[in-house]
């Protein structure tokens, strides 16, 4: 798509992440996302400090989709790896090439900074996602487990 | 296994631990990461300051597996999520019960100090492993996609 | 003070330490600090991925203080250090040993979480808060140079 | 000074900034800092996940001074704040503004960066280092209070 803008979400964003936020978490069936998770994850992605962003896909000034990453130290190198944990591009948008540019904006950080990887996980059953992906690289066979601790 | 003892490795671990972590490499066919990283993990292990940290399972006085975790935020939930990155039992002491040790302790830990979830990856064709790991819960359904940044 | 409690602020506690802060920051002449500071320094606060944390001082089940610190690596040893940056005690319970209480207190988390220190500064002419000070060390005859680089 | 280059430290500088950091030890009567103290502060110091960084001043090659820091959060700001805990300029090259170039370019990161202040204490008896503060400010006014919480 032309003319989209990938730059970091700041404060002033918050009325436009909220939507997709949301269309975002129902998607994943999480409609029930207590409101506090959302204020805390928001604060977390415009806190300098944090280690969590966002980066938003901005067409004609408009929010469409944001990647929401998490760097973090790991134990085969000494750079740190981006864990991509959030990927969303709003339906009205969809097929326009806004999932690719998130996810060509966040290579070209990485190689600027010097991260070690990017990594995502997705369903296996999510074609239309992985349609996307395979075009970067196949997935690299390996599951994921994963055991609630809360309540 | 009776008599195994899991707690948090520090300085004095250090001869210990490296036959098992070169052993661990050895298996991943990782036995050329360069000794810098080495260094760097071992220095995060022990430092009280960073989201790194070993449990080691000493049977007898003698290390005999570790599992190495890193903290991070993460954007469903308030409570950090525990990622078990490496874990290693040596072969003399495998099928033992040390690696159902090593991840009930890391259970025991999140329910005390409020992690949302521990989770891991594994090879999708490692039966072994996976013997044990569905003891606890199936795999998720979720495959990952890694793409290296460096070099 | 017989009857105080010191204890971690939670969520919860928002609107109780909200009028303390304010008023603490009154004292400092800084009752222009812009909202979305506060917004964030309570979101670190309560953010149990962050260092910045606040113990509160109760009595009677209402909060009368609070200290808010920031742990942080230094170079000079491998545990960290904690930084004290604000201590409170609302006006109507002055002098009654609720500062000492909070004091007190983290000197009993330092050294049960292996901190190397714990500091603070004051000003040079606050007699009143270094009359309490002094009964732990004196100042350690260092000054500090500040270079404000925003805007 | 002309020909100064003020840069980042990397593992490569270890022999180089050795001996300048025991020199500075040395100055603080801090020549028994354990061996594992200063392997962690290096580590630290090299580790591109940690908040503690080192910029060294570099003339005709040879590395001649360096300013350690450690970036934290602090509660009257959004932005960190920027501790500078150590400058050391070897003697044979003392009074020729290597002092003043590592202040001023940690001044220059921390208004491309978006510090809120950088901040250092020095012994109110240090006139010499003194003179080249008072260049940039005045001391604040504040006292330190500092509890050794070990051993």
Request: net charge positive.
């Amino acid at each position: 798509m032309s003319g989209v803008v990938v730059r970091t979400a700041v404060a002033a964003d918050r009325a436009a992440w909220e939507p997709l936020w949301q269309a975002y978490l129902l998607f994943y069936g999480r409609k029930d996302l207590p409101a506090d998770v959302t204020e805390m994850t928001w604060s977390r992605i415009i806190d300098p400090v944090s280690n969590v962003f966002t980066r938003l896909a901005v067409v004609d000034g408009k929010v469409r989709g944001f990647a929401t990453c998490i760097l973090h130290p790991r134990t085969w190198a000494i750079e740190p790896a981006c864990y991509l944990e959030d990927l969303y591009v709003d339906e009205a948008t969809r097929g326009k090439g806004l999932g690719r540019a998130l996810i060509d904006d966040l290579i070209a950080m990485g190689r600027r900074d010097g991260w070690t990887n990017l990594y995502w996980h997705t369903e296996t059953t999510n074609a239309t996602a992985r349609r996307l992906y395979d075009r970067y690289d196949k997935a690299d066979g390996f599951v994921r487990y994963r055991l609630p601790l809360k309540g």
